[in-house]
């Protein structure tokens, strides 16, 4: 999912170079969206991880 993010910043980017401002915002938005949505989706598994490891 990290990678969609950057992805979608990556053409976000390219497009606010060649002046398309409202294809830019998009891309952007939508990477915006994923790289929080792929930050939620680490820390819970980390807490999920963290609850099932017996401790040592």
Excluded: E, N
């Excluded at 990477?31 to 939620?40: D, E, M, P, S």
């Amino acid at each position: 999912m990290l990678q969609w993010a950057l992805l979608f910043l990556l053409i976000a980017l390219v497009a606010a170079v060649f002046g398309f401002g409202g294809i830019a915002a998009s891309f952007a938005t939508i990477g915006k969206i994923l790289f929080f949505v792929f930050l939620v989706l680490f820390i819970v598994s980390l807490i999920s991880g963290a609850v099932r490891r017996p401790p040592a």
